[in-house]
């Protein structure tokens, strides 16, 4: 765990790989980190394969490969057939079975509005994840505040688009910025 945590202190921009096409870019990239939004059952384990042999850290979005259930069983067989360094999800249920296996963890949330946001953060205090990723991650207001009712390090993502967005972000408490616009993966 300590892991991510040094290697997003060293380099807080994630590259998140959203489309396939878009891997031999994010092999290239200076992050060192990866938000894997992308692949299927077929093509999963090359993608992870290709970005580790480049000794990225892939953190796979489990919600978004298409061919696997949302479930327990599929967090298992990611984690003992595909070597993942660990899971994305908005499930709770997958958090607590990834958590079981001691994979780590990443919350995403969405906040949309104040339901959202209190739902999240009751979520975050029931789930304990590594970390929690908030979308959009143009909001300093909102990651303090997460920051200050869970305790649990927050990366923003989305609607990350210029060097000010990544700099509110940190300032605001957030250990990394994920995303998937190329030309913040050079700042």
């Not at 878009?22 to 090359?46: A, E, R, W, Y």
Request: aromatic share 6%.
């Amino acid at each position: 765990m300590k892991v991510f945590f040094n290697t997003a202190n060293q380099n807080p921009i994630i590259a998140a790989l959203n489309h396939v096409d878009k891997l031999d870019k994010v092999i290239q990239s200076p992050c060192k980190i990866v938000f894997l939004l992308t692949g299927d059952i077929l093509n999963l384990g090359f993608i992870v394969d290709s970005l580790k042999k480049k000794d990225k850290l892939v953190y796979i979005h489990i919600d978004l490969i298409d061919g696997f259930s949302k479930d327990d069983i599929a967090v298992k067989f990611i984690y003992e057939h595909i070597g993942l360094d660990g899971i994305i999800t908005t499930k709770a249920n997958l958090i607590k079975a990834a958590k079981e296996l001691h994979i780590f963890t990443i919350q995403r949330l969405f906040i949309l509005d104040s339901l959202a946001l209190d739902s999240g953060i009751n979520s975050i205090k029931n789930t304990k994840p590594n970390a929690v990723e908030i979308l959009p991650g143009i909001m300093p207001k909102i990651v303090k505040n997460v920051i200050a009712e869970t305790r649990i390090p927050v990366i923003t993502g989305g609607l990350i688009k210029e060097k000010e967005d990544v700099i509110l972000s940190l300032k605001a408490g957030a250990i990394a910025i994920s995303t998937s616009n190329e030309e913040v993966w050079y700042m």
